[in-house]
T-cell receptor, first 113, second 112 residues
Framework: NAGVTQTPKFQVLKTGQSMTLQCAQD?????MYWYRQDPGMGLRLIYY???????DKGEVPNGYNVSRLNKREFSLRLESAAPSQTSVYFC????????????FGPGTRLTVT | GESVGLHLPTLSVQEGDNSIINCAYS??????FIWYKQESGKGPQFIID?????DKRQGQRVTVLLNKTVKHLSLQIAATQPGDSAVYFC???????????FGPGTSLSVIP
């Protein structure tokens, strides 16, 4: 039982490049989330998915797209990376349905130059 | 706007003392609150939660208090240990099904 896994762990992009961050969970959770965490700051919700086939915007969705590929996987795509997107990205999952205990992945550290 | 914020960004306590971490929220529609602990280089880890129909909940060495009148949440850690050193976040569902928003965090440092 690996919990929540994220790939890659580290990534450096040039401004304008695109990439997809991958997240998978093996806990049969319904809800999945993407957060970003800037240095010395809290986590800000980018997008979330309450169930397979649905996605909703969080606090800071601009510049990102998501795909809930199936119940296990939730990916985050940066179409044209900007330096302001330099951050640590965390994926999380929860049972959902009114149960909010989230399990977090180890994070992806992204630098955009 | 709606927000979850913390009164103290940093807190230093002596090992063995009790710690109290505070959190203010402004969304009256929030009905679920969670405390997370984040150690350096890791993702947040669930500590304890509380629903809005409760004012107190206890776990192992931790207690969460909710005061809806003043929109205030606190996390109490009994007999603080060096392993408790971390950043602590409160989070709320903001009255929205499955949407969880985090506050800015408090860094707890335990002095041996």
């Amino acid at each position: 039982n690996a919990g929540v896994t994220q790939t890659p762990k580290f990534q450096v992009l040039k401004t304008g490049q695109s990439m997809t961050l991958q997240c998978a969970q093996d806990m049969n959770h319904n809800s999945m989330y993407w957060y970003r965490q800037d240095p010395g700051m809290g986590l800000r919700l980018i997008y979330y998915s309450a169930s397979e086939g649905t996605t909703d915007k969080g606090e800071v969705p601009n510049g990102y797209n998501v795909s809930r590929l199936n119940k296990r996987e939730f990916s985050l795509r940066l179409e044209s990376a900007a330096p302001s997107q330099t951050s640590v990205y965390f994926c999380a999952s929860s049972t959902g349905g009114g149960y909010y205990e989230q399990y977090f992945g180890p994070g992806t550290r992204l630098t955009v130059t | 706007g709606e927000s979850v914020g913390l009164h103290l960004p940093t807190l230093s306590v002596q090992e063995g003392d009790n710690s109290i971490i505070n959190c203010a929220y402004s969304n009256s529609a929030s009905d679920y609150f969670i405390w997370y602990k984040q150690e350096s280089g890791k993702g947040p880890q669930f500590i304890i939660d509380i629903r809005s129909n409760m004012d107190k909940r206890q776990g192992q060495r931790v207690t969460v208090l909710l005061n809806k009148t003043v929109k205030h949440l606190s996390l109490q850690i009994a007999a603080t240990q060096p392993g408790d050193s971390a950043v602590y976040f409160c989070a709320e569902n903001k009255g929205s099904y499955d949407k969880v928003i985090f506050g800015p965090g408090t860094s707890l440092s335990v002095i041996p």
